[in-house]
């Protein structure tokens, strides 16, 4: 069964769970207890990324120390073309849709179409999109930050995204931010498209996250919050059995 395959049959029977790993903000041992944590807390698969700082040694090292721990899927949350990892089970092959560089909405995956290619790296084609307050993601991704209010133009690209073959979206408010999407986006947004939608940024606790399943999020991300708390498997715990009621 294909990455792609395991999100989609998964996301037909129950909400999931990823918990993001910035491999730049740890050693790679590091790393590894934290996704070994959040696996037995319950999450559903590791993704691995971040905006800054990051090299393809750094990711091969932090993946390979996560595998070692743990039997999920691990997903590549691209920066760029530069970190792809041919340890990884699969890469959002995505598309900084708002972004105002077309070098996040197309050429970065221009240069690494071959490099996933050689691999043979399962790509998971994706519409991903900045809220606000898009945190860092949302500046060195020089996104052209859809207002929170705004959910005419988040109908509109998560629309394109699917028209695209693009199949899933993702609705980013940025990692730290002060507060998740909001829930008549997701709401809204989840009602016109028919491809799995993820949500993450500012989702910190549990009733967040139960807010953003109920609104019509089918996946939930969530990663500053394990870089924070010192019991990262009771906190993703209880993250998950609320989205599970």
């Given at each position: ?112 179409a071959p490099i996933i290619k ?72 989840k009602k016109e498209t028919d ?32 870089e924070e708390v010192s019991n ?14």
């Amino acid at each position: 069964m294909s990455v792609l395959e395991y999100i989609e049959e998964k996301v037909k029977r129950k909400k999931m769970h990823m918990t993001l790993i910035d491999p730049a903000e740890q050693e790679p041992v590091e790393s590894a207890k934290m996704a070994y944590e959040a696996y037995l807390a319950g999450t559903d698969a590791i993704m691995i990324g971040g905006s800054t700082n990051l090299t393809r040694e750094l990711m091969d090292e932090t993946i390979l120390a996560i595998k070692e721990k743990i039997n999920l899927p691990v997903i590549i949350f691209p920066s760029g073309a530069d970190v792809i990892s041919q340890y990884a089970d699969a890469i959002y092959f995505m598309s900084l849709l708002n972004s105002r560089d077309v070098n996040f909405v197309i050429r970065q995956q221009v240069m690494g179409a071959p490099i996933i290619k050689k691999i043979g790296l399962e790509p998971i084609p994706m519409g991903y999109l900045i809220i606000e307050p898009g945190m860092t993601a949302g500046r060195v991704g020089q996104a052209e930050l859809i207002k929170r209010d705004d959910i005419k133009t988040a109908i509109g690209y998560a629309l394109a995204a699917q028209y695209l073959g693009m199949k899933l979206v993702y609705l980013e408010a940025g990692s730290g931010a002060p507060e998740p999407v909001p829930q008549e986006m997701i709401s809204a947004v989840k009602k016109e498209t028919d491809i799995p939608l993820i949500v993450g940024g500012g989702i910190r606790t549990p009733q967040q996250a139960r807010a953003i399943v109920k609104a019509g999020a089918d996946i939930i991300v969530t990663g500053t919050l394990v870089e924070e708390v010192s019991n990262i498997r009771d906190s993703l715990k209880k993250i998950i059995e609320a989205i599970s009621l």
